[in-house]
């Protein structure tokens, strides 16, 4: 069973719509969640961290994290085809090095 | 300033060479790891160094061998690498304070063994 899942899509937004990533979590024990943007061919870039319950906002993301149904999620607001990318989730205990990433979810953004 | 160097950009090797990956970080951080990452696939952790130490070794066949010469620099010495070791190699480094660590990816290697 995977720890960390994610819909591997590719899930097509128009621009200008909300885009809606999601992925759930397997180990009740972890405390520390993440949202990574790759673009094709680069580097993952950290977009989001989030670490309590509720939504944390950053310009036109906006994270949520809801720990009893272990879940968190990646709203994009306004999508721009700049936002195309693979959005990867990860996840860790608290003060542990390791990630575990999701597969990742691949987002299209249609002019 | 939330930049991890890495060098060289590609890479294409025999698998009898011998080379080096470099990775260096200027943030101060005191963790830092190597991730191979094959396409459509997620990064896969290979080692973690923290405060100089290898902490963590994901069972990497020893072809692979990693160094930690400073808290800034990490090395990936590779040898005798099969075609099926061609894949993006990352470097990061994370803080290891706070809540989470968050892990800052340089711009990875691309190897590529023939």
């Known amino acids: 069973q995977k720890e960390v899942e994610q819909n591997s899509g590719p899930l097509s937004v128009p621009e200008g719509a909300i885009a809606s990533l999601n992925c759930t979590y397997s180990?009740?024990?972890?405390?520390?969640f993440f949202w990574y943007r790759q673009y094709s061919g680069k580097s993952p870039e950290l977009i989001m961290s989030?670490?309590?319950?509720g939504d944390k906002e950053d310009g036109r993301f906006t994270a949520q994290l809801n720990k009893a149904s272990q879940y968190v999620s990646l709203l994009i607001r306004d999508s721009q085809p700049s936002d195309s990318a693979t959005y990867l989730c990860a996840v860790s205990l608290i003060g542990n090095e390791k990630l575990t990433f999701g597969t990742g979810t691949r987002l299209t953004i249609i002019p | 300033d939330t930049e991890v160097t890495q060098t060289p950009k590609h890479l294409v090797m025999g698998m009898t060479n011998k080379k080096s990956l470099k990775c260096e970080q200027h943030m101060g951080h005191r963790a830092m790891y190597w991730y191979k990452q094959k396409a459509k696939k997620p990064p896969e952790l290979m080692f973690v160094?923290?405060?100089?130490?290898?902490?963590i070794n994901e069972s990497v066949p020893s072809r692979f061998s990693p160094e930690c010469p400073n808290s800034s620099l990490l090395n990936l010495h590779l040898h005798a690498l099969q075609p099926e070791d061609s894949a993006l190699y990352l470097c990061a480094s994370s803080s290891q304070e706070g809540k989470g660590y968050e892990q800052f990816f340089g711009p990875g290697t691309r190897l590529t063994v023939l």
């Open positions: 160094y923290s405060y100089e130490k290898l902490s």
């Open positions: 989030i670490y309590s319950n």
């Open positions: 180990d009740r024990g972890s405390q520390s």
